[in-house]
């Protein structure tokens, strides 16, 4: 079996598409079980990486493409945004994200401004690449036990 | 996304805001926002009751359109946010400096148990 469910979609650099892409994730996150709470942040944490992408693609070029992949595990979805507008390898260019450093993103952090902090806080590992564009991979998790290992168990 | 005005009197002015704020209709509200006449010692309320999805395209409009009222003299109080609209607020540091009023806490409370 597959180890994970993959969608890939590929949008013209326009905000009036911001909502497509959401509502689309929305349902994607419904399908594996996260509760409304949780679609919730994964449509703002997506929206803003989206918005982001947009605001870059289009300065570089008017009919600019943004390319949002999500791989949908049982426990957990991944959602890669990226600021060009081709296809990518979603497991290879899963291998070459990183944490991201102030010193070294620094147009990125700025431009990213409020918009990152909200993906920083809403989402459970965030992960960037800046190689010829900006590539955001956020990860989140279905239940909240997968990533509290240094949070005591509750036993019942 | 829309937004309708009313003018409760002279010093006072309510703004109904409802459906979605994002990329694509934060510069619509921000627009609209700037419609309203600046006058010193106006009270405007922004009322959220009907937005159903917002992110920081839109708070970036909230903060630059309280700077604007604040600077102008007047007062912007922010009414009816949703327990989720009181959270972005909220983590964002924006509800320890902006007056906000979240949706009737001791009434509604459908969460929990």
């Known amino acids: ?156 | 996304m829309d937004i309708k005005l009313e003018t409760v009197n002279a010093q006072k002015s309510i703004a109904y805001v409802n459906g979605e704020i994002d990329a694509f209709t934060a510069p619509k509200l921000r627009e609209q926002l700037n419609n309203i006449k600046l006058t010193e010692s106006i009270q405007i309320e922004l009322d959220f009751h009907d937005v159903v999805y917002m992110d920081s395209t839109g708070l970036g409009v909230i903060v630059a359109f309280y700077k604007n009222v604040i600077s102008a003299g007047g007062d912007v109080k922010l009414i009816g946010l949703s327990p989720r609209l009181y959270r972005l607020f909220n983590i964002t540091g924006l509800s320890d400096i902006m007056n906000i009023e979240e949706e009737g806490k001791a009434t509604t409370n459908h969460e929990g148990i």
């Not at chain 1, 600021?83 to 952090?109: A, L, M, N, T």
């Not at chain 1, 690449?129 to 509290?148: H, P, S």
């Open chain 1, 1 to 156: 079996m597959k180890e994970f469910d993959y969608f890939e979609m590929r949008i013209p650099a326009k905000p009036q598409y911001v909502g497509v892409v959401r509502l689309t994730i929305s349902g994607l996150a419904n399908r594996i079980g996260f509760s409304y709470d949780d679609i919730e942040d994964l449509k703002i944490a997506s929206s803003e990486a989206i918005t982001n992408a947009i605001q870059h693609a289009y300065e570089e070029d008017d009919d600019g493409e943004v390319v949002v992949g999500c791989a949908l595990y049982k426990e957990k979805i991944e959602i890669m945004v990226a600021d060009y507008g081709y296809s990518f390898d979603f497991k290879e260019v899963k291998k070459r994200v990183g944490p991201y450093h102030e010193e070294e993103d620094v147009q990125f952090i700025r431009e990213g401004g409020l918009g990152l902090y909200l993906i920083e806080t809403l989402m459970d590992e965030v992960k960037v690449l800046n190689d010829n564009g900006v590539t955001v991979l956020m990860t989140k998790y279905v239940a909240r036990e997968q990533v509290t290992d240094n949070v005591e168990k509750i036993t019942l």
